[in-house]
């Protein structure tokens, strides 16, 4: 997916905006002189892989298109305290109507970037790829996920409408997997879509069950120990893929992975990560 250029990354920004400046910064408009050109620059306070860049120049045109910003790190290149990740130049006023929404998200996603990079990394030598989840800060789903991505995992499904995830909740109501999997098979059918089917199993019983339907693309193994998802690995063979899911984290994730499954999943790249720390600051000298 093109993140930079999604009618989403525009969404988010206006609505962003709107939310801070709202009918105007006050502040920046009554102590700064009209007419000025000034500089600012990205300070980076942590070490981590660097996300949003790309973002915040979308940002500083939407604010103010007189903006120019020179780039000296990229989107997924690692950082360290002292650098700077760019410099922009213009009307110190539209400037700082900018700072807050620019650091913000390059913070939130230079955090799951980095997350995601460290999983990447535990997982050198082995076939398994990292999985996000729909567990985000709603409204900017969009911008973690992208985040995701530099960081080197995976994007699942970006909402309810994009893929047939049967779940637990899903099978009990339903009464069965292969009711479940019957059940979604006809929607499909009857609305003419092309979507797959994906279902989580609990035990082998009901990897058996989803193997069975012959309809399912992926099997999550959920809440499985790494010795029960080698044997349902084992059980799936090639008629589907696995993917391993349930309170994954940076720890137990290789574990997981040598079962063999082709992905993990992991709501801690979202839900619960960490900021990096970084400023945007005056240039005042000469």
Request: proline residues 3%.
């Amino acid at each position: 997916m093109d993140f930079l250029n999604h009618p989403e990354t525009e969404r988010i920004i206006q609505a962003a905006l709107t939310e801070d400046i709202g009918p105007g910064d006050h502040t920046s408009r009554s102590t700064i002189p009209a007419g000025q050109v000034a500089r600012a620059r990205c300070l980076i306070k942590d070490e981590g892989i660097l996300a949003g860049v790309a973002l915040a120049g979308r940002i500083f045109a939407a604010v103010d298109p007189g903006l120019r910003m020179t780039v000296f790190i990229h989107d997924g290149s690692p950082v360290r305290p002292g650098d700077v990740a760019f410099e922009v130049k213009g009307d110190p006023r539209t400037i700082l109507e900018a700072e807050r929404l620019v650091l913000n998200s390059m913070q939130r996603m230079s955090g799951i970037a980095t997350a995601t990079r460290a999983v990447v990394d535990s997982l050198t030598g082995l076939k398994t790829r990292v999985l996000d989840t729909r567990k985000t800060t709603p409204l900017i789903r969009h911008l973690e996920k992208w985040a995701v991505q530099i960081g080197g995992g995976v994007n699942h499904r970006f909402g309810l409408y994009d893929l047939i995830l049967i779940k637990d909740n899903h099978i009990d109501y339903a009464g069965s997997i292969t009711a479940a999997v019957a059940a979604a098979r006809a929607y499909l059918d009857q609305k003419g879509l092309d979507l797959q089917i994906e279902v989580e199993t609990r035990n082998l019983d009901e990897v058996r069950e989803a193997l069975a339907t012959g309809q399912v693309f992926r099997i999550l193994l959920d809440n499985m120990s790494p010795a029960l998802m080698r044997e349902a690995v084992a059980l799936i063979g090639d008629q589907a893929e696995t993917e391993a899911s349930g309170g994954i984290t940076l720890e137990t994730v290789r574990a997981a992975a040598e079962a063999g499954v082709d992905y993990v999943s992991m709501g801690a790249l979202t839900h619960s990560v960490r900021s990096l720390d970084i400023s945007l600051k005056a240039v005042t000298d000469a």
